[in-house]
């Protein structure tokens, strides 16, 4: 995808859905960053690092490695006090999916290369069978197929995850 907006909307559904009850707001936003982060590599564009370089764009910043060291050092910075405590490992995982979910959405995209999952081990790309993502008539049909298929239903299935399960803990039983 182009646009780390619809990475972020992904994030912040997963942290809506698949932390603990109630979903906290600071796991939302810390999901949605964590989802959008990979594409930090667009930063040292401008060097025009070839393909085949650990730093190129969809390479290490992309890859499972990357996601775990993410998910845990996100989660030693912003969930190191003590009210985070007991569900420190639960949270590692939320954010090593919204990590995680970055390189899946980008191998089910047509356009670029492909994405280096097993870097810094591997410098196989890697693109799924389906790529339904990447409008061939332009950025515009690009974007505007991005937030029909991406962005809107994660911002609204976020939306609701946040909604139900904290009025499911609010209705007495
Ligand atoms: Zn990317």
Redesign the pocket.
């Known amino acids: ?1 182009p646009t780390p907006i619809s ?1 972020a909307a992904v994030g912040f559904a997963i942290a809506a859905w698949t932390q603990q009850a109630p979903p906290a707001t600071r796991l939302c936003v810390a999901g949605a960053v964590c989802a959008a982060l ?2 930090i ?1 667009v930063l040292w564009s401008p060097l025009h690092l070839v393909g085949t370089s650990p730093f190129a ?2 390479a290490i910043t ?1 890859s499972l490695a990357f996601a775990l060291f993410g998910a845990l050092l996100m989660t030693a910075v912003f969930f190191r006090s003590e009210p985070w405590r007991e569900q420190r490992s639960r949270i590692a995982l939320v954010l090593g999916l919204a990590l995680l979910s ?2 899946c959405f ?1 191998a089910l995209s047509r356009y670029s290369l492909g ?1 280096e999952f097993f870097a810094p081990f591997s410098a196989q790309r890697f693109r799924f069978p389906w790529t339904p993502l990447g409008d061939p008539s332009g950025l515009a049909g690009q974007l505007i197929q991005e937030a029909l298929v991406v962005f809107l239903p994660a911002v609204r299935i976020g939306w609701l995850g946040l909604r139900i399960r904290r009025r499911s803990l609010m209705t007495p039983p």
Do not use: A, L, S, Y
Request: charged share 35%; no cysteine.
């Open positions: 995808m990475h990979p594409d590599d764009h969809r992309h970055h390189g980008d994405v």
